[in-house]
Nanobody, 115 residues
Framework: QVQLVESGGGLVQPGGSLTLSCAAS????????LSWARQAPGKQRELVAA???????NYVDSVKGRFTISRDNAKNTVHLQMNSLKPEDTAVYYC?????????WGQGTQVTVSS
């Protein structure tokens, strides 16, 4: 079955950096696009970055120039490099993929940006 396991979250000061990773299994990784989404307390979940199977990337305006999504097809892993972090980036970050008409989500990893 499809499994997505996120890691790399934590507490970081404003202006700092973190790299999130998502290890995927249960599907042909190289054939699918994947995304990162986040949900802050009291807010709706939002997609922040996506990468197609060919490597084309897209970002929500609030993270453009600061976040970079990448994929390693040899390791079935997708990463989210986050730089110049702001307190408003605080959220639970999720990896997600659509396979055979169903959306799958990982368990999430907490990112807290605070001094």
């Amino acid at each position: 079955q499809v499994q997505l396991v996120e890691s790399g979250g934590g507490l970081v000061q404003p202006g700092g950096s973190l790299t999130l990773s998502c290890a995927a299994s249960g599907f042909t990784f190289s054939s699918y696009g994947l995304s990162w989404a986040r949900q802050a307390p009291g807010k709706q979940r939002e997609l922040v970055a996506a990468i197609t199977r060919s490597g084309t990337t897209n970002y929500v305006d609030s993270v453009k120039g600061r976040f970079t999504i990448s994929r390693d097809n040899a390791k079935n892993t997708v990463h989210l490099q986050m730089n110049s972090l702001k307190p408003e980036d605080t959220a639970v970050y999720y990896c997600t993929v659509g396979v055979s008409g169903m959306n799958y989500w990982g368990q999430g990893t907490q990112v807290t940006v605070s001094s």
